[in-house]
């Protein structure tokens, strides 16, 4: 009896678990013009009370995005035609006061600021525009694509069991599905 028990309670906790992770996520939404595909992501549920802490001690705080045009494929792994790795960083600059903030695309930075108020240093971590795709071939007009998006935030919020499974090292993830519609 004590096994179903102990059962049924491991199982509470992985819904639960489950549950809370499914709450949050990117959002990612897909824009297609002139042929080309590019994509904006939104992570502000990932902005959090000890994160704020983490960056008022003047730790820096990593948002890495990693994001994917990826086509589905049937009884197949889905194809990626495009990745593009995102890096936003943030710290406190105790010595001239406020926040230095920076972008980076794929290990090159694209922009780097100061910025004195937390909200701003909250915009720049938890909104990304415009990331541009460049798949290595032409997409297939009328044919359906989805943007994939990984987040992993540095220092790591807390320590999971679900980080060493497959697909468990990311703190978020968000999709989004479209049809490549060329005008």
């Known amino acids: 009896m004590t096994h179903r028990r ?14 809370v992770a499914a709450a949050a996520e990117v ?14 992501l939104t992570a502000g549920d990932y902005w ?7 960056l008022k001690t003047g730790t820096p705080v990593t948002f890495d995005y990693v994001a994917q045009l990826r086509r589905p494929a049937f009884l197949m792994p889905d194809s990626v035609l495009a ?8 710290k406190l600059d105790t010595l001239i006061g406020g ?3 920076s972008r980076q695309r794929n290990g090159q930075i694209v922009r780097a600021d100061r910025v004195s108020q937390e909200t ?3 915009d720049w971590l938890t909104i990304v525009d415009q990331i541009q795709f460049d798949p290595e ?10 943007v994939y998006v990984e987040l992993v935030i540095s220092p790591r919020r807390d320590v999971s069991l679900f ?13 989004a599905d479209f049809t490549f519609i060329r005008r």
């Not at 959090?48 to 983490?54: H, K, S």
């Open 163 to 175: 980080a060493f499974l497959p697909g468990g090292g990311h703190d978020g993830s968000g999709r």
């Open 83 to 90: 990745r593009t790795n995102i890096t936003v960083a943030a």
């Open 137 to 146: 071939s032409p997409l297939k007009i009328n044919s359906e694509y989805y």
């Open 99 to 101: 926040y230095t903030v």
């Open 48 to 54: 959090t009370a000890n994160l704020r802490e983490q």
């Open 120 to 122: 701003e240093v909250r």
């Open 6 to 19: 102990v059962a049924a309670v491991v199982a509470c906790v992985v819904s639960a678990v489950a549950v």
């Open 27 to 40: 959002k990612v939404t897909p824009l297609v013009s002139e042929g080309r595909v590019s994509a904006s």
